[in-house]
């Protein structure tokens, strides 16, 4: 391959394939019937090695290599080549026996989460997990780290990230966050029993549609679904970005906000450049930066007093009996309880990084083998009751609950905590940067917001790594100040 073209019709190839295999996983988790489980695996793990192999082959690397000692090529071309070189001599790291062994063992552990999740029996998933664990561990040996094997896994989904900066991070929230969220759980509590009436599905389906168009995702280019794990989903390029999110009559705080935070998500996918299909251009910058979208649009707007100021009167005639003696300050001080819970995906926006936390202390223990299979349930529990002071009476509600160890996603979950600070800090930008933005929210004027973010950090793409985008965008680094400073605005006025 000697000419750029030649390498963006290979990568793309490689897009197409990695496009498929995201129809299959969608499929896998929505409507696949349970007697195709065994061969969706079959047909993900061939596609994985298909896309290994064209990743890694030596005429495609020869070709980058030599290109980027050409002058002519412009910025965006190089950077292309740049990223994609560093993509290329991570995946020439694994032999094709090894990936196909890793899609494998995802797709057979995603099953035996599921069952177990069903049956609220870690048992079942445990010979699975500790198959993809182990497999974890060799991969971080195959990479290559310093220190601490977790660097090498954190580093696939947050390049530069090690332990000890995520330390520091999570220090910090033990030391700053900690003693505030101590303080609010012992205030008088809002009452949220009136979110726990009847709230027909249906009702709360169409309602969460018309959110989702009001904020700019494109119906046109997506679609919601079901799963019993909320999630969104690209197929390469913004004309096909999906979401799910689950519903629960009972609870109507259940739905809402999984939908606008996996709406956060689609919508950064839905703003990369289309243009640059299967190139780096054209994919996120990273999972921290793409968690900040999702958490920006569900706290910062979804949360707000402003957007409830709009949308509380639309969901009384949807629901009108059930919110008739709502107000809106008593509707905005129940979706923001601060109380400790079992689920993360469910938790407020401070306990939020308490769950994460308890994840990221397990992840560095099992890569070194502190902590064995058999005993992470055991572990898991006794952080909860440490962290949270709550205890977990069932799997299904605790170590089962999130699907992200099944997909052999170690070295994830940081990223969510990470996207957050910087949504506080991205926000604060945006407020300063968008004229009376509060009182825009405030009348459903969301094409503002979405518009600054398209040109802030949709339109970049990987044109940037997270802490290069935060400085473009707000003049320093990551900075936790903004996140402190915004929840004790916002909770210690409530």
Not at 249 to 271: D, F, K, R, V
Not at 377 to 397: C, F, G, M, Q
């Amino acid at each position: 391959m000697k000419s750029y073209d030649e390498i963006v019709a290979h990568t793309q190839k490689i897009a197409d394939i990695n496009g498929a295999m995201a129809v299959l996983s969608w499929d896998k988790e929505t409507y696949l019937p349970a007697e195709g489980a065994a061969l969706r695996a079959r047909q993900m793990a061939t596609l994985s090695a298909i896309g290994h192999q064209k990743m890694t082959d030596e005429n495609y690397f020869n070709g980058i290599m030599s290109l980027l000692q050409d002058q002519a090529l412009n910025e965006e071309q190089q950077i292309n080549l740049i990223r994609l070189k560093r993509d290329i001599e991570q995946q020439t790291k694994f032999s094709t026996d090894f990936v196909e062994k890793m899609s494998l063992a995802v797709s057979e552990g995603y099953h035996a989460w599921a069952e177990a999740r069903h049956k609220s029996d870690y048992t079942i998933y445990e010979q699975k997990l500790d198959r993809l664990i182990q497999l974890k561990k060799e991969a971080a040996e195959i990479l290559g780290y310093e220190n601490h094997p977790y660097n090498a896994l954190i580093d696939q989904y947050e390049y530069g990230m090690t332990v000890d900066i995520l330390d520091n991070v999570f220090n910090q929230v033990k030391n700053d966050l900690v003693p505030i969220i101590q303080n609010l759980v012992v205030q008088e509590q809002p009452d949220t029993s009136f979110l726990e009436a009847y709230f027909n599905e249906d009702k709360q389906w169409k309602f969460g549609l018309d959110v989702l168009r009001d904020i700019g995702y494109n119906f046109q280019a997506g679609r919601q679904d079901k799963s019993a794990h909320p999630f969104s989903i690209s197929m390469g390029s913004a004309a096909d970005v999906r979401v799910t999110t689950r519903v629960d009559e009972h609870n109507y705080a259940y739905m809402l906000w999984s939908t606008i935070h996996e709406g956060g998500h689609a919508l950064y996918e839905q703003g990369l450049p289309t243009e640059e299909y299967g190139m780096p251009l054209g994919q996120a910058a990273s999972l921290s930066i793409h968690e900040s979208q999702s958490r920006l649009w569900e706290n910062h707007v979804g949360r707000s007093l402003q957007f409830w100021q709009y949308y509380l009167p639309k969901l009384k005639m949807v629901f009108p009996r059930e919110f008739q003696n709502i107000d809106v300050n008593t509707f905005y001080r129940a979706i923001n309880k601060i109380a400790p819970n079992l689920i993360r995906t469910e938790a407020d926006e401070l306990h939020y990084h308490l769950h994460v936390l308890i994840r990221y202390e397990i992840e560095k223990a099992i890569v070194t083998d502190e902590i064995k299979t058999k005993d992470i349930p055991t572990v898991w529990n006794e952080l909860y009751k440490k962290y949270l002071n709550i205890d977990v009476s069932r799997d299904a509600d605790g170590v089962l609950q999130d699907v992200h160890w099944a997909f052999g996603s170690i070295g994830y979950f940081p990223t969510y905590s990470l996207g957050s600070f910087y949504a506080a800090q991205f926000y604060h930008q945006a407020k300063r940067d968008i004229d009376s933005l509060d009182e825009k929210i405030a009348k459903g004027e969301f094409k503002p917001l979405l518009q600054w973010l398209r040109t802030n950090v949709h339109i970049h793409g990987r044109r940037y790594q997270s802490e290069e985008l935060c400085q473009k965008i707000t003049g320093e680094p990551l900075n936790l100040s903004y996140f402190i400073n915004y929840i004790e605005r916002k909770f210690l006025s409530l």
